[in-house]
Nanobody
Framework: QVQLVESGGGLVQPGGSLRLSCEAS????????MGWFRQTPGKEREFVAA????????FYRNSVKDRFGISRDVAKNTVYLQMNNLKPEDAAVYYC????????????????????WGQGTQVTVSS
């Protein structure tokens, strides 16, 4: 089992920045991919960014890759999502995610790939 606890959401003006944090506990993260999804009412939960814990490879959805940065602190078992130049369309509930990697690789882009979810944190982008 992996427990994920998020923090860092809030209200920000367009063009502003926020940093989300997600602390993992409960098991070794060595074969885990951790990341972030987001969801707005009436829409599917969508992939935002992820990294593979074993080697730190990073992946983004195209619409955020020049504005968002995912990183980790191995000592703290924590993954971060730095969000810059936020736009109104970035407003959503952001969910931390963790998926257990198989021997053939890590799957993490679809909600059905995810084994563990955080509770979600609201990000509001409004003037």
């Amino acid at each position: 089992q992996v427990q994920l606890v998020e923090s860092g959401g809030g209200l920000v003006q367009p063009g502003g920045s926020l940093r989300l944090s997600c602390e993992a506990s409960g098991r070794t993260l060595s074969n885990i991919a951790m990341g972030w999804f987001r969801q707005t009412p009436g829409k599917e939960r969508e992939f935002v960014a992820a990294l593979t814990w074993s080697d730190g490879k990073i992946f983004y959805r195209n619409s955020v890759k020049d504005r968002f940065g995912i990183s980790r602190d191995v000592a703290k078992n924590t993954v971060y999502l730095q969000m810059n130049n936020l736009k109104p369309e970035d407003a959503a509930v952001y969910y931390c995610s963790a998926s257990v990697c198989a021997s053939y690789g890590c799957m993490f882009r679809l909600p059905t790939d995810i084994d563990y979810w955080g509770q979600g944190t609201q990000v509001t982008v409004s003037s």
